[in-house]
Nanobody, 121 residues
Framework: QVQLVEAGGGLVQPGGSLRLSCAATGVFFRIDAMGWYRQAPGKERELVARIPRDGRTNYADSVKGRFTISRDNANNTVWLQMDTLEADDTAVYYC???????????????WGQGTQVTVAS
């Protein structure tokens, strides 16, 4: 079982920055891809950024050039550096991790509890 512990949300003015972190704990063989999703009021949850173990990243078009995802494989931690924040970035941000219980197990998606990011002046 994998638990994801998130931190770093809050209120920031437009143009400001925030850094989210997420640590995977529990009993598992390996964490494969990690990522961040977000859900704004009245909208569906959407992918923000994703990073596999090899470090290749992909981003939603709306955050390219403003957000940076990174990870530490040894400590099963992922970060999301968010710069030049806009009002449209306001949402609950969820950490996601694909974990394997054993070496031969399929990867299962796990979710964090979510952290609120509000961009307002």
């Amino acid at each position: 079982q994998v638990q994801l512990v998130e931190a770093g949300g809050g209120l920031v003015q437009p143009g400001g920055s925030l850094r989210l972190s997420c640590a995977a704990t529990g009993v598992f063989f390996r964490i494969d891809a990690m990522g961040w999703y977000r859900q704004a009021p009245g909208k569906e949850r959407e992918l923000v950024a994703r990073i596999p173990r090899d470090g290749r990243t992909n981003y939603a078009d709306s955050v390219k050039g403003r957000f940076t995802i990174s990870r530490d494989n040894a400590n099963n931690t992922v970060w999301l550096q968010m710069d030049t924040l806009e009002a449209d970035d306001t949402a609950v941000y969820y950490c996601n991790a694909e974990g394997r219980r054993y070496s031969y197990s399929y990867a299962i998606k796990y979710w964090g509890q979510g952290t609120q990011v509000t961009v307002a002046s």
